[in-house]
């Protein structure tokens, strides 16, 4: 099983910054993918960004060029670095981790961007 603990959050003004960060815990494996899903009210969840083991990152064309994602395989944690927020970023963001096509899911954090 593997645990995953999310902090980060908040509320921010339009135009702001802020960052998410997720550490997982268990039985890790080398080869996994960890990435922010987000999830709007009345809308599906939606992939935000992504990154291999590989450091390979994938981001939604959305976010692109304002949010950055990062791991520390020391730590088994994943940041979410979110810059030139919008209101439209508004959503519970939620952390997965993949292993073995078996998926992990945070808790959910909340993201709210308002004046």
């Known amino acids: 099983q593997v645990q995953l603990v999310e902090s980060g959050g908040g509320l921010v003004q339009p135009g702001g910054s802020l960052s998410l960060s997720c550490t997982a815990s268990?039985?890790?494996?080398?080869?996994?993918?960890m990435g922010w899903y987000r999830q709007a009210p009345g809308k599906e969840r939606e992939l935000v960004a992504r990154i291999a083991n590989t450091g390979i990152p994938k981001y939604a064309e959305s976010v692109k060029g304002r949010f950055t994602i990062s791991r520390d395989d020391g730590k088994n944690t994943v940041y979410l670095q979110m810059n030139s927020l919008k209101t439209e970023d508004t959503a519970v963001y939620y952390c997965?981790?993949?292993?073995?096509?078996?998926?992990?899911w945070g808790q959910g954090t909340q993201v709210t961007v308002s004046s």
């Open positions: 268990g039985r890790l494996f080398s080869i996994n993918v």
């Open positions: 997965k981790y993949t292993q073995e096509s078996n998926d992990y």
